[in-house]
């Protein structure tokens, strides 16, 4: 193989940066993982971001390490003092702030330190990949890409490889087997198109269905028991969902996405709800406040969610709704019938309204996009699959 990866950097030990070092780690990889030194930092103090980034991924829930001894396999430093230690690296991945000038400062850095044979890569969510790497040399760009992994890396199965049009196909194929054997990811190759496949598919899906919720008087509960593992989705449904992801992302990455595609006809899907805008104003961010759509509570001993009154904006106990289009459902069979069932339903019924208008507009809006943004149908099929367990 031309590009043998043996000895990994990643750069920026965040929520991604760590959690992909562990997974690489997890491969038996050597991997560095660095960060910035904090302000004026001396000392032991050079490494405390870095530090405190790799500490918060030996504590997630799930784990990201297949076992604490794995993290032998990382070594911890910084920017300014081991950047040198770049030399050694077979991949090199920044997983820095989302932002365009540090992580095109970061590529030039990068650049007079790689070996010749180093592929870089960025894990972006929607910085175009080509700006990134704007500046840079040919033979740079000719081993840069996009390597988008799906938080948390070790679990989602989606990796998406997005190459510039500068990217020796060579590299591609590389990182696709690599990305598949030797991190075990189902890997999809991505257009360098705002948000890639997954995150634009699903920011439009996520807030079309959330949108539509709001503006036709659906429950909270209601939804949440109806888009669930009965449409073959993970339990977390709608607004659990954008309780663990945090109003303040799902809001933030809509809003910048809409500002990327002013020729998306579909676009203003994107603009979120005024209750979801007086939510993020009122800091109810989901899981990571304490309080969004849920709220989790002790009463009698026990813990048990309250719902947000999108009425009056105060929390009460949530219900369990009995819903008889959902128990016919679940007597269909597998997931085909249930569905089938559920859009032949749609005239009649609300709950199954909902699900055939939602479902049909994320259909509707994947095939519009599909060929300015994915190289096949299936690998949308894959993307929101891997990535999102629809
Ligand atoms: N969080 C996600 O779910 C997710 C998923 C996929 C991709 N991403 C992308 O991965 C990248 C990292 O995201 P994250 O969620 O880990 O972010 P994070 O905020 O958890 O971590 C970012 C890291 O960048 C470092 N940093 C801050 N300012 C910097 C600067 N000026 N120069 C260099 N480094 C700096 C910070 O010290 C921090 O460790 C982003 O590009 C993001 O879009 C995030």
Same mark, same amino acid.
């Given at each position: 193989?031309?590009?043998?990866?043996?000895?990994?950097?990643?750069?920026?030990?965040?929520?991604?940066?760590?959690?992909?070092?562990?997974?690489?780690?997890?491969?038996?990889?050597?991997?560095?993982?660095?960060?910035?030194?904090?302000?004026?930092?001396?000392?032991?103090?050079?490494?405390?971001?870095?530090?405190?980034?790799?500490?918060?991924?030996?504590?997630?829930?799930?784990?990201?390490?297949?076992?604490?001894?794995?993290?032998?396999?990382?070594?911890?430093?910084?920017?300014?003092?081991?950047?040198?230690?770049?030399?050694?690296?077979?991949?090199?991945?920044?997983?820095?702030?989302?932002?365009?000038?540090?992580?095109?400062?970061?590529?030039?850095?990068?650049?007079?330190?790689?070996?010749?044979?180093?592929?870089?890569?960025?894990?972006?969510?929607?910085?175009?990949?080509?700006?990134?790497?704007?500046?840079?040399?040919?033979?740079?760009?000719?081993?840069?890409?996009?390597?988008?992994?799906?938080?948390?890396?070790?679990?989602?199965?989606?990796?998406?490889?997005?190459?510039?049009?500068?990217?020796?196909?060579?590299?591609?194929?590389?990182?696709?087997?690599?990305? #598949?054997?030797? =991190?075990?990811?189902? *890997?999809?190759?991505?257009?360098?198109?705002? &948000?890639?496949? /997954? %995150?634009?598919? $699903? @920011?439009?899906?996520?807030?079309?269905?959330?949108?539509?919720?709001?503006?036709?008087?659906?429950?909270?509960?209601?939804?949440?028991?109806?888009?669930?593992?009965?449409?073959?989705?993970?339990?977390?449904?709608?607004?659990?969902?954008?309780?663990?992801?945090?109003?303040?992302?799902?809001?933030?990455?809509?809003?910048?996405?809409?500002?990327?595609?002013?020729?998306?006809?579909?676009? #203003?899907?994107? =603009?979120?709800?005024? *209750?979801?805008?007086?939510?993020?104003?009122? &800091?109810?961010? /989901? %899981?990571?406040? $304490? @309080?969004?759509?849920?709220?989790?509570?002790?009463?009698?001993?026990?813990?048990?969610?309250?719902?947000?009154?999108?009425?009056?904006?105060?929390?009460?106990?949530?219900?369990?709704?009995?819903?008889?289009?959902?128990?016919?459902?679940?007597?269909?069979?597998?997931?085909?019938?249930?569905?089938?069932?559920?859009?032949?339903?749609?005239?009649?019924?609300?709950?199954?309204?909902?699900?055939?208008?939602? =479902?049909?507009?994320?259909?509707?809006?994947?095939?519009?996009?599909?060929?300015?943004?994915?190289?096949?149908?299936?690998?949308?099929?894959?993307?929101?699959?891997?990535?999102?367990?629809?």
């Amino acid at each position: 193989m031309p590009y043998p990866i043996q000895r990994v950097a990643v750069l920026g030990a965040g929520t991604m940066g760590a959690a992909i070092a562990a997974h690489a780690a997890n491969a038996g990889l050597k991997v560095d993982l660095l960060d910035i030194v904090p302000p004026g930092a001396q000392g032991k103090e050079r490494n405390s971001i870095v530090k405190a980034g790799f500490e918060r991924m030996l504590k997630a829930k799930p784990p990201a390490l297949m076992e604490q001894s794995l993290a032998e396999n990382i070594r911890l430093g910084n920017f300014e003092d081991d950047f040198e230690r770049l030399k050694e690296a077979d991949w090199i991945m920044e997983a820095i702030i989302e932002r365009l000038e540090p992580k095109q400062e970061l590529m030039a850095r990068i650049e007079r330190v790689a070996k010749e044979k180093a592929i870089i890569s960025t894990n972006t969510s929607g910085i175009p990949i080509a700006k990134i790497v704007e500046g840079r040399s040919e033979a740079f760009k000719r081993r840069f890409l996009g390597t988008h992994f799906f938080n948390p890396p070790r679990y989602l199965k989606l990796l998406e490889i997005i190459p510039t049009t500068d990217t020796d196909p060579e590299v591609v194929e590389y990182m696709r087997t690599f990305g #598949e054997r030797v =991190l075990g990811k189902g *890997v999809v190759i991505a257009k360098d198109t705002p &948000n890639f496949i /997954g %995150n634009r598919v $699903g @920011s439009y899906s996520g807030m079309q269905a959330m949108n539509y919720a709001l503006n036709n008087g659906y429950g909270i509960e209601e939804i949440d028991a109806i888009t669930g593992p009965l449409i073959g989705r993970p339990n977390t449904a709608t607004f659990r969902l954008a309780d663990q992801v945090g109003l303040d992302i799902m809001v933030g990455v809509a809003q910048n996405l809409y500002e990327l595609i002013p020729e998306d006809q579909f676009r #203003e899907e994107l =603009l979120p709800h005024e *209750v979801l805008l007086r939510m993020v104003k009122a &800091n109810l961010l /989901g %899981n990571k406040t $304490g @309080s969004g759509f849920y709220k989790r509570v002790q009463r009698a001993g026990k813990t048990v969610f309250d719902v947000l009154d999108l009425e009056t904006f105060e929390y009460r106990p949530a219900q369990n709704p009995k819903l008889p289009i959902v128990q016919t459902a679940q007597k269909q069979g597998d997931l085909g019938a249930r569905l089938r069932f559920l859009v032949s339903k749609a005239d009649e019924d609300r709950d199954a309204r909902y699900i055939r208008d939602t =479902l049909m507009h994320s259909l509707m809006y994947a095939a519009w996009r599909a060929a300015e943004i994915a190289h096949s149908l299936l690998d949308i099929d894959h993307a929101m699959e891997w990535g999102f367990g629809h």
